[in-house]
């Protein structure tokens, strides 16, 4: 899940197995979010979104999953490959209008072969 | 496909010299963005344009500047470095601004002695 600390949380899952990283956010007037994958010494990639009128979406093994009434987010990733080590952050519309995406602080995923 | 290019890679900048940090993007985006990102952390956001000629501030702005005077171009400048601003620095640009992922740089490593 997100970290309130300094550091990030990490999560370790074993090559083949499924993932599952959490996040909270903190505005309930946001209607659009991502994940975003950070590999070591490389900017951060968009992986999936979603919009608030859905509850899950999918991609290439890839599911995000959006509980509005709890304000949670979940990215799962199936069957996860050493290429999946890297932080994920989630990022979160806020205000809207013309007010930026929002960061969460990330975690860790590292994956045992 | 370029997306975002961010120039220099690396750099190393003596206390109180001032330099000036590249983001260039061939996407027609209309908005850009300039993030900080220390070790082990998410990302801040330093500053911000909706377009040509707009900037606006993002929650770490003190001790940057920015402009905007085209669509592709938002430079980053550092008027007197301090310890405190060595981060690795991460421009991203966006076709809108809350409902569109954006796309990120590789990055600047700026480290500051």
């Known amino acids: 899940g997100e970290s309130v600390g300094l550091h990030l949380p990490t999560l370790s899952v074993q090559e083949g197995d499924n993932s599952i990283i959490n996040c909270a956010y903190s505005?309930?007037?946001?209607?659009?979010f991502i994940w975003y994958k950070q590999e070591s010494g490389k900017g951060p990639q968009f992986i999936i979104d979603i919009r608030s009128n859905m509850d899950k979406r999918q991609g290439q093994r890839v599911t995000v999953l959006l509980n509005k009434t709890v304000k949670h987010l979940s990215l799962q990733i199936a069957a996860t490959q050493p290429g999946d080590s890297a932080v994920y952050f989630c990022?979160?519309?806020?205000?809207?209008?013309?007010?930026?995406?929002?960061f969460g602080k990330g975690t860790r995923l590292s994956v045992i072969a | 496909n370029a997306g975002v290019t961010q120039t220099p890679k690396f750099r190393i900048l003596k206390i109180g010299q001032s330099m000036t940090l590249q983001c260039a993007q061939d996407m027609n985006h209309n908005y850009m963005y300039w993030y900080r990102q220390d070790p082990g952390m998410g990302l801040k956001l330093i500053y911000y344009?909706?377009?040509?000629?707009?900037?606006d501030k993002g929650e770490v702005p003190n001790g940057y500047n920015v402009s905007r005077s085209t669509t592709e171009d938002f430079p980053l400048r550092l008027e007197l470095a301090a310890p405190s601003q060595t981060s690795v620095y991460f421009c991203?640009?966006?076709?809108?601004?809350?409902?569109?992922?954006?796309?990120f740089g590789d990055g600047t490593r700026l480290s500051i002695l």
């Open positions: 991203a640009s966006s076709q809108q601004g809350t409902n569109q992922p954006q796309h």
């Open positions: 344009s909706v377009g040509a000629g707009i900037t």
């Open positions: 505005n309930s007037a946001s209607d659009y």
């Open positions: 990022a979160e519309n806020g205000a809207g209008g013309n007010t930026p995406l929002v």
